[in-house]
């Protein structure tokens, strides 16, 4: 079966997180010259457009990034004015997006172009990896906690879904972006029992790529945290979250994108304190969920790659029970304090600064109809940059007498 989309096709992929994002992004950001040549375009400026991705499918800007909401409408306008055979679009905050989110996605994009790709690896390989990304926006939440409100609560499973479950129910997400797009426009990637460039020849198959051209920086792999590490940075959460003013923007700065940045430049200081393994119990749980999400994926009809039913088993062994680090390497504890001091240098802002930076609107969620109007008046803004005065005048003219957009 031929993988290779349609001319003029927009693909869309919304991870989820964890499930080969950093690499396949790092691949196609890397190669953006060779991409062209084959007529690829890949959207946005950096690894992925993540904070275009958080206005739209969050209403918000996403702490540690300067751009807020006004990035997804220049995502828009690249997207809609490239000449590429075809255009690819990722990022993992767009599976964050609920039914009416996705739909300003789609519409903007285009329904009748519009193909949503969804990685996914097996679920108990996504536990221990996901919690300690947490760890490192600013959760507070212990290993043990975290697992037991993930897979033992059904309220969090089945009603009110926490942010994990938004973005990994793949059967949720296949029907979602399936309802907007069709079916038959959605495709479920399943990475496990793969080649570790699965998931980059899959991508040059979908795009007309010839093999081998996607070839990630061996600088952007996203280590995962050792488990001392990660229960270091948790700590370091709860004390600095009871600060007067504690901002996410300054945690981010000094804990993301400092102190681990710094630890990944030495993936040795990342070995030391030992691997965030997944206890039994968890893994048993976890097998149960995945097979329900298989079969969810397969009512839904929508187009698989890879083999769906080994999401079911682990990579590795689960351990029998679960300990907690009680210390850190001195090595693991030095390259922390080394890229907290880079972050020092370089300047971490104050609530203040970004109080005065960015409105209320860029602080805060918004909603998808202020969003969709927010977008097409940015575009009409910049279309109507382009006219000559007289069709200026037209243009304003004509906003005058329809002042709300319904789509972008």
Known sequence: MSLLLPEGTRLLHIGPAKTGTTSLQSGFHTNRDRLALHGVHYAGEGSQPRAAAGAVALGKRIPGHQHGLEAWPELVREVQESTAKRVVISSETFARANDERARTVI????????????????????????????????????????????????????????????????????RRWGALVGPEHVTVVSLAASPRDFVLRTFEELTGLPEGTLVPDPNAENLSLSHGVAETVRRFNERFAALDGACPDVQAAVIEFGAIRQLRAHPELLAADGRIEVPRWAADRAAVLMQDMIDGVRAAGVR????????????????????????????????????????????????????????????????????????????????????????????DRSRVAAPVARSV
């Open 107 to 174: 519409d903007a994009f285009g329904a009748d172009r519009t193909h949503v790709v969804i990685t996914m690896r097996p679920l108990v390989d996504m536990l221990s990896s996901s919690w300690q990304q947490w760890v490192q926006t600013g959760s507070r939440t212990s290993y043990a906690s975290w697992l037991d409100q993930m897979l033992n609560r059904e309220d969090t499973v089945n009603g009110k879904q926490p942010e994990f479950w938004q973005k990994t129910r793949i059967d949720v997400l296949a």
């Open 304 to 395: 698989t790659v890879g083999d769906l039913d080994a999401l079911v088993t682990p990579s590795r062994p689960p351990v029998p029970e679960l300990t907690t680090p009680e210390a850190l390497s001195t090595e693991a504890a030095a390259g922390l304090m080394v890229g907290m001091m880079l972050a020092a240098a370089r300047g971490v802002p104050t609530f203040d600064q970004l109080s005065g930076r960015f409105g209320a609107k860029e602080l805060d969620g918004v909603g998808t109809r202020e969003l969709v109007r927010y977008t097409a008046s940015r575009l009409a803004d910049r279309m109507r940059a382009k006219l000559p005065r007289s069709g200026r005048v037209a243009a």
